[in-house]
């Protein structure tokens, strides 16, 4: 058992030691507590099988951790991280400000943090402390740190989660690059992505707000054309970020991403605070996500098409991801038009099913909402671009440039996939999204306006109407249809 070297006593976790020696620990296991400004044990004169000490030199205490069967120590990051070093998974009991022990409680906020990621096990009790000591005698394996990591990326990981809002300091960590398309659906973002996807250094994952459910649970077809669970790429995801798609509380994150990511909840998200243990779960393993599809794919830059402002704005909340926002836009009344089509889904794997439908004014309400959204990130200092869709497939090239000058990749990329306005798309890695994700081959990059000569009037009115604010900002024509007059009647059709 160790407290550390913080100057504040520790005395409560010396007592419960103490206490569970006293109730017939000593009978089990002999112990060693380095006690530091704490009191000495009671153990070191009334009791046998406990040595003890002020304090021990590195190379001692991690001597005796690797062998111990059990590590009791406070909720100090250096320590625990020591534990996980050598295998140890360590039982803590964190510091508490109304006990003298700590200047605040942040020990007792990362711990129970650390603990949801599967680092260590807390004892906020002396009953819980027994009840874990006990176990791990019972149970030696219990108390084995286990992971298909190697040390460095599990030293990244857990500093990944030190670094967070409740103040505790890690060493600067390399940043998972992410680029996401934001915006709204039917913008042209999948065609968008798989032309980035095609430059050297890029991964295009497609929309990872749906991961978990479209990829893991209803195990689509990955954009290589194969289901998820058969595809050599996530699987490899899987086994480096988790040791396993099934070490995943797979159904718990669904609930917490449907119930964040929500357009109600983008104050609260927009705030970087609050969300609770659920949510920090939540990102902790999207984190770790994001990272396995970096390493396994060697990726320079990940492409996430998700467009929903709100995913991005929990994207924003975890440190070690650097997320940079292009805000793909198209005249609203293509992608309205575009909603309105029934398209079929090619990746079901048991029975064909179609994309979702969209009415004329909750598609437009949509087009405002979640554009306006995506425009709050530039307001919270992400790094942002704009882009339109018209100007993509007008000048691919120069926009594609532009993109990776502004991802930070510099503009002597290789484009040669880019043969004028025709593009060589290799295939896919992405788990939802639009048709275009299963394209290979030549594909010729033209605009579709289909919407001009087949959007009804009266829909290109309410449309053209509604989200008339946007397309004044983004430069789109706006005119009033002129209205078909009855010939029998003289009325307006």
């Given at each position: 058992?160790?407290?550390?070297?913080?100057?504040?006593?520790?005395?409560?976790?010396?007592?419960?030691?103490?206490?569970?020696?006293?109730?017939?620990?000593?009978?089990?296991?002999?112990?060693?507590?380095?006690?530091?400004t704490?009191?000495?044990?009671?153990?070191?004169t009334?009791?046998?099988?406990?040595?003890?000490s002020e304090?021990?030199?590195?190379?001692?205490?991690?001597?005796?951790?690797?062998?111990?069967t059990?590590?009791?120590?406070?909720?100090?990051?250096?320590?625990?991280?020591?534990?996980?070093?050598?295998?140890?998974?360590?039982?803590?009991?964190?510091?508490?400000?109304?006990e003298?022990?700590?200047?605040?409680?942040?020990?007792?906020r990362?711990?129970?943090?650390?603990?949801?990621?599967?680092?260590?096990?807390?004892?906020?009790?002396?009953e819980?402390?027994?009840?874990?000591?006990?176990?791990?005698?019972?149970?030696?394996?219990?108390?084995?740190?286990?992971?298909?990591?190697?040390?460095?990326?599990?030293?990244?990981?857990f500093?990944?989660?030190?670094?967070d809002?409740?103040?505790?300091?890690a060493?600067a960590?390399?940043?998972?690059?992410?680029?996401?398309?934001g915006g709204?659906?039917?913008s042209?973002?999948t065609?968008?992505?798989?032309?980035l996807?095609?430059?050297?250094?890029?991964?295009?994952?497609?929309?990872?707000?749906?991961?978990?459910?479209?990829?893991?649970?209803?195990?689509?077809?990955c954009?290589?054309?194969?289901?998820?669970?058969?595809?050599?790429?996530?699987?490899?995801v899987?086994?480096?970020?988790?040791g396993?798609?099934?070490?995943?509380p797979?159904?718990?994150?669904i609930?917490?991403?449907?119930?964040?990511?929500?357009?109600?909840?983008a104050?609260?998200?927009?705030?970087?605070?609050?969300g609770?243990?659920?949510l920090?779960?939540?990102?902790s393993h999207?984190?770790?996500?994001?990272?396995?599809?970096?390493?396994v794919?060697?990726?320079?830059?990940?492409?996430?098409?998700s467009?929903i402002?709100?995913?991005?704005m929990m994207?924003?909340?975890?440190?070690?991801?650097?997320?940079?926002?292009?805000?793909l836009?198209?005249?609203?009344?293509?992608?309205?038009?575009?909603?309105q089509?029934?398209?079929?889904?090619?990746?079901a794997?048991?029975?064909?099913?179609?994309?979702?439908?969209?009415?004329?004014?909750?598609?437009?309400?949509?087009?405002?909402?979640y554009?306006?959204?995506?425009?709050?990130?530039r307001?919270?200092?992400?790094?942002?671009?704009?882009l339109?869709?018209?100007?993509?497939?007008?000048?691919?090239?120069?926009?594609?440039?532009?993109?990776?000058?502004?991802?930070?990749?510099g503009?002597?990329?290789?484009?040669?996939?880019?043969?004028?306005?025709?593009?060589?798309?290799?295939?896919?890695?992405?788990?939802?999204?639009?048709?275009?994700?299963?394209?290979?081959?030549?594909?010729?990059?033209?605009?579709?306006?289909?919407?001009r000569?087949?959007?009804?009037?009266?829909?290109?009115?309410?449309?053209?109407?509604?989200?008339?604010?946007?397309?004044?900002?983004y430069?789109?024509e706006?005119r009033?249809?002129?209205?078909?007059?009855?010939?029998r009647?003289?009325l307006?059709?």
């Amino acid at each position: 058992m160790t407290v550390g070297t913080d100057h504040h006593p520790f005395d409560r976790l010396i007592r419960w030691v103490d206490g569970w020696l006293e109730a017939g620990g000593r009978d089990r296991a002999s112990c060693f507590v380095q006690y530091g400004t704490s009191q000495a044990p009671r153990g070191s004169t009334s009791l046998n099988h406990l040595e003890h000490s002020e304090y021990l030199a590195h190379d001692d205490m991690t001597r005796l951790t690797s062998s111990a069967t059990a590590v009791v120590c406070h909720g100090g990051p250096g320590t625990i991280m020591d534990c996980l070093k050598v295998g140890t998974k360590p039982i803590v009991v964190p510091r508490r400000k109304v006990e003298g022990e700590h200047v605040d409680d942040h020990q007792l906020r990362f711990t129970r943090r650390l603990q949801s990621a599967g680092y260590i096990e807390v004892a906020e009790t002396e009953e819980a402390l027994r009840t874990l000591l006990d176990d791990a005698i019972t149970n030696p394996e219990r108390a084995i740190y286990r992971s298909e990591d190697t040390t460095t990326e599990t030293v990244n990981r857990f500093s990944e989660l030190a670094k967070d809002e409740f103040g505790i300091e890690a060493p600067a960590l390399p940043r998972v690059p992410v680029l996401y398309i934001g915006g709204w659906g039917r913008s042209g973002s999948t065609l968008l992505e798989r032309l980035l996807g095609q430059v050297p250094g890029f991964v295009s994952v497609g929309e990872m707000r749906d991961f978990w459910l479209r990829g893991y649970v209803e195990d689509r077809r990955c954009g290589c054309g194969e289901p998820f669970r058969s595809c050599e790429f996530w699987t490899a995801v899987g086994e480096k970020a988790f040791g396993g798609w099934e070490r995943v509380p797979v159904e718990r994150l669904i609930h917490t991403r449907m119930r964040y990511d929500r357009p109600w909840t983008a104050p609260l998200l927009a705030t970087g605070r609050g969300g609770g243990t659920a949510l920090r779960e939540y990102l902790s393993h999207t984190q770790r996500l994001y990272r396995g599809i970096q390493e396994v794919a060697g990726a320079k830059m990940i492409i996430d098409s998700s467009k929903i402002p709100t995913y991005a704005m929990m994207l924003r909340r975890i440190p070690s991801i650097d997320l940079r926002v292009l805000h793909l836009v198209r005249d609203g009344r293509g992608v309205v038009f575009s909603w309105q089509k029934q398209v079929l889904r090619p990746d079901a794997t048991d029975r064909p099913d179609h994309m979702r439908k969209y009415g004329v004014a909750s598609a437009s309400a949509r087009y405002l909402f979640y554009n306006e959204g995506t425009d709050l990130l530039r307001r919270l200092r992400v790094p942002y671009l704009f882009l339109r869709y018209e100007d993509l497939v007008r000048d691919p090239a120069t926009r594609l440039l532009e993109i990776l000058d502004f991802a930070g990749i510099g503009t002597s990329a290789d484009l040669g996939f880019l043969s004028g306005g025709t593009a060589s798309l290799e295939r896919s890695h992405t788990v939802d999204g639009n048709p275009m994700r299963f394209a290979t081959g030549p594909l010729s990059i033209r605009a579709d306006e289909e919407w001009r000569t087949g959007m009804a009037q009266r829909d290109r009115a309410i449309v053209s109407t509604l989200t008339a604010p946007l397309l004044h900002r983004y430069g789109y024509e706006i005119r009033r249809p002129r209205a078909r007059v009855d010939r029998r009647t003289g009325l307006p059709d």
